[in-house]
């Protein structure tokens, strides 16, 4: 038998914080392929991608604002400290004569701070409706994912026709059977069978936007 090998002069190189390579988790999907219903475009194929349900929908546009502001405001705060510093230097000609004191720097400093603070409140402002401005309408068209939904966001005018030849044998139109029950419930089903809806039909108007929804549903 030979002698074993001898021990590696670093062990730590052959660690496993060392060898091994570590992968971040992958992100999860915010919308996923469901079945297209009767209303979608048939070129589009018979998938869409839609949001799971009402309150990922929700989730995910209230994580796209929070983005959009965090950013907005990291650049604000930049913005507003330069904007400061220029307003409350001291004269030119004190810095040239050095006639600087230490009363100068510290209302300086005040000035900043209150400059800083004024600057950042309507800044602060501005970026929740720049992030408004940049989801909303997005969030508007999105399709969202549903289940035992639809009945009041389509025509009631053809609930009502549909249901009056089941019930009452609109025999011409539906032409199976003495109720035409068949032809007719197939056509319901067909019809009504929503598998998706826009972010604006859960709104009910143009006039709510995504924030009163999300008030109103909590």
Request: net charge positive; charged share 25%; hydrophobic share 35%.
């Amino acid at each position: 038998m030979g002698s074993p090998p001898p021990p590696p002069q670093n062990p730590d190189d052959y660690s496993a914080a060392t060898t091994l390579i570590p992968f971040l988790r992958p992100l999860p999907l915010l919308r996923g392929p469901i079945k297209a219903g009767p209303s979608d475009d048939p070129s589009s194929g018979p998938y869409i991608l839609a949001f799971k349900n009402p309150r990922a929908w929700a989730a995910a546009y209230e994580n796209c604002k929070a983005q959009i502001i965090s950013q907005c405001e990291s650049g604000a705060r930049i913005g507003c400290s330069i904007s400061a510093s220029s307003k409350c230097k001291p004269p030119w000609w004190k810095s040239l004569l050095g006639l600087s004191s230490k009363q100068d720097f510290s209302e300086r400093a005040k000035c900043e701070e209150a400059e800083m603070e004024a600057c950042f409140i309507v800044a602060k402002e501005r970026c929740g409706l720049i992030a408004k401005q940049k989801c909303e309408p997005a969030f508007r068209n999105a399709r969202i994912g549903v289940s035992n939904l639809g009945l009041e966001l389509v025509d009631r005018k053809d609930i009502f026709r549909l249901i009056s030849g089941v019930c009452f044998g609109d025999r011409k139109r539906c032409g199976v059977g003495i109720w035409g029950v068949d032809k007719c419930w197939g056509e319901i089903r067909g019809k009504f069978e929503v598998t998706n809806v826009r972010g604006r039909d859960l709104l009910g108007s143009d006039n709510m936007n995504i924030e009163d929804y999300l008030r109103k549903s909590s």
